[in-house]
C-alpha cells in the first residue's frame, strides 16, 4: 500500500507541475505549447478534473485565434469530461457556456446552467453565472435576479457583490454600486480594478447624501 500511495503522490506532484508549466505558457500566449502540457498532465493523472479543464481552455482559445473546428469540438468533449469527474467545476460551466455561446447554441448554454443550479441548490456559483450569461444578452433585470439568489444563498460572496454592483452602475444607480463594490471589498481586498471603481464613484459624490 505505501508503494501504490508514494506513487499515486509523485504522479499527483508531477501533474500539478505540468499543470503549472502550461498555465505559464497559456498566459504568455502559447496555446498549443500549453495544450501539450496540460495532456501531459491528463496521462500523469487521467482523474484530474482541472488538467482537462486547461487542455480545454487552451484548444478553446486556440480554436477561436485559427478558426480551427476540430479544436472547438475537443475543447467541449474536454469540458464535459471535466465536469464528469467534478461536477460542480465552476469554471468549466463557465468555459463549456461560452463556447455554446460563441457557436450559436445560446439556449443549449441556458440549459446547461439552468440544469446546474437544479442540481446543486446550495451554490451560488450557478446564478452567478447565470446572470453572466443574461447580462450578455442584455437581460439584466433577470440578471439582477439571479444574483440576489445568489447572495441569499451566499450572503459572502463576492463575486456576486461585484456583478451586482456592475449591473447598478449601468442601471445608474450609483449609491447602491458603491454600498456593494465596497461590500465586495471587505470580503475579497485583491479587487484593483473595483478599488478603483470605488474611488471614481466617491470622486463623483456617490454614497453622499443629497444637498439641500
Not at 508549466?21 to 500549453?34: F, K, M, S, W
Not at 451560488?124 to 444578452?137: F, M, T
Request: with cysteine.
Amino acid at each position: 500500500f505505501t508503494a501504490v500511495a508514494l506513487t499515486a503522490g509523485c504522479s499527483q506532484m508531477n501533474s500539478q507541475a505540468l499543470n503549472s508549466e502550461g498555465v505559464r505558457l497559456y498566459q504568455a500566449g502559447n496555446y498549443q505549447q500549453a495544450a501539450d502540457q496540460f495532456q501531459r498532465a491528463i496521462a500523469n493523472n487521467p482523474k484530474s478534473a482541472t488538467s482537462y479543464y486547461n487542455l480545454a481552455a487552451a484548444l478553446h482559445k486556440s480554436g477561436k485565434l485559427t478558426g480551427n473546428g476540430n479544436d472547438l469540438q475537443q475543447a467541449e468533449r474536454l469540458y464535459n469530461q471535466c465536469l464528469e469527474y467534478d461536477p460542480n467545476h465552476t469554471e468549466c460551466y463557465r468555459g463549456l457556456a461560452v463556447l455554446l455561446a460563441e457557436t450559436g447554441r445560446t439556449d443549449a448554454s441556458f440549459r446547461l446552467l439552468e440544469g446546474w443550479a437544479a442540481r446543486s441548490p446550495q451554490l451560488a456559483d450557478p446564478r452567478i453565472e447565470l446572470a453572466r450569461l443574461l447580462e450578455e444578452q442584455n437581460n439584466t433585470q433577470m440578471a439582477s435576479a439571479r444574483l440576489v439568489e445568489a447572495l441569499a444563498i451566499d450572503p459572502h460572496n463576492s463575486r456576486a457583490l461585484t456583478a451586482l454592483g456592475r449591473l447598478r452602475e449601468v442601471e445608474g444607480d450609483r449609491a447602491q454600486a458603491l454600498a456593494n463594490y465596497q461590500r465586495s471589498l471587505a470580503l475579497n481586498r485583491h479587487q484593483p480594478e473595483i478599488s478603483m471603481r470605488v474611488a471614481a464613484l466617491q470622486a463623483a459624490g456617490a454614497g453622499l447624501p443629497a444637498s439641500p
